[in-house]
């Protein structure tokens, strides 16, 4: 997010073995916005591309590898827990009413808190819940 303008996204898709509800095996996609154009109207006032907000062009590929060596640096850390903090510091979600989809169903909630697991500890109107799983949205009230 930039200015509250998305200009990335991740989307996991996992197959969970019926026996234990582990999970079996996970994709994950990112996407990134990185050229400039003429977004599509439905979403010209939610996303944007890095270009947008930077004065220097860097070729796509040149992005992707300084992104991987980053992204391969903070996968080492992943066993200990000292990235969790800066996470918590930087969460777009955390302190945020949301919309959650999941299981075909959506409903609002409010982010109390980012658990040590990374799950988020959400209020909805039945009380306070963790959410593991499924899609959240953020839409910033404009004035």
Known sequence: MINDFKIAGILCEASLEMNTAK???MIVG????VHSYTMPEELKNIAECIED???VVIPREQLLIDFFNI???DYCQLSS???LNFYRQ???VLHQDITVYENNQSYQAYVLDINDDASLKIQTEHGIKTLNSGEVSIRKKTS
């Open 53 to 55: 907000f930077c004065s």
């Open 23 to 25: 999970i079996d095996h």
């Open 71 to 73: 992204f391969y640096q």
């Open 30 to 33: 990112i996407g990134i916005n």
């Open 90 to 92: 930087h969460s777009y």
């Open 81 to 83: 827990s000292s990235w």
